[in-house]
């Protein structure tokens, strides 16, 4: 079964710092997610990504944020400065459309530490 | 917030059949009820989702109500890596995000 990928699955940083999370969305997909997750608490959705734009960005999804898809089969979010409570798990996700009758596929997810 | 409520813990035998209830009462008519699964820290697992008719898949069953206002997901021989939390999950509104609710924590008992 076609799967996202991510990596690193786990990546610490110090506060301060440029971290890039990499996904490979499942080839034929055309809409692409980030969500996060702090520990012990919801998933929360960061943004939507189509057509080499962003669709949908909720309020955590400040300027500190960016996402791109340099090639044909990445997809990457960059956190330009980590703070502390950028600690969390990071999960991409994507679909063939972007309608409600299509579900999402996550990855696994990358766990971001920021000391 | 979310617009989905579901009981935080449910416990299961093994091979019992797994009711998760959910209430969405705001659902609005166009709107799809998901279920998605997490294990441990896991990426969400999409289960399985539906509009007005009940459905059906390899990993579970989905009942929703006339009113649209609940649904019940099944899973009808709970194993023990059934264990996780499951999530009810509506569009929110806007198809392109999710909006997720605490879930309801599964414990399956063998």
């Known amino acids: 079964e076609p799967e996202v990928t991510q990596t690193p699955s786990h990546q610490v940083t110090q506060m301060g710092q440029e971290v890039i999370l990499r996904c490979v969305p499942i080839?034929?997909?055309?809409?692409f997610y980030w969500y996060r997750q702090i520990l012990g608490q919801k998933v929360e959705f960061l943004v939507s990504f189509y057509n080499n734009e962003i669709s949908e960005k909720s309020e955590i999804f400040d300027d500190q944020f960016s996402v791109e898809r340099p090639d044909g089969s990445n997809f990457t979010l960059k956190i330009r400065s980590t703070k502390l409570e950028d600690s969390a798990m990071y999960f991409c996700?994507?679909?063939?459309?972007?309608?409600?009758?299509?579900?999402?596929?996550f990855g696994s997810g990358t766990r971001l530490t920021v000391v | 917030d979310a617009k989905t409520t579901q009981p935080p813990s449910m416990d299961c035998a093994e091979g019992r059949a797994a009711n998760l209830p959910c209430n969405h009462s705001t659902i609005s008519g166009n709107e799809y009820v998901y279920w998605y699964r997490q294990i441990h820290s896991q990426g969400p697992q999409y289960i399985i989702h539906g509009l007005k008719n009940n459905e059906t898949n390899e990993m579970a069953s989905l009942i929703i109500t006339e009113d649209r206002k609940s649904s019940t997901l099944i899973l009808p021989h709970a194993t023990l890596r059934d264990t996780a939390v499951y999530y009810c999950v509506n569009s929110g509104g806007s198809a392109r995000q999710l909006t997720f609710g605490s879930g309801t924590q599964l414990t399956v008992l063998p």
């Open positions: 996700a994507s679909r063939y459309r972007d309608t409600a009758n299509y579900g999402y596929t």
């Open positions: 080839s034929n997909h055309l809409y």
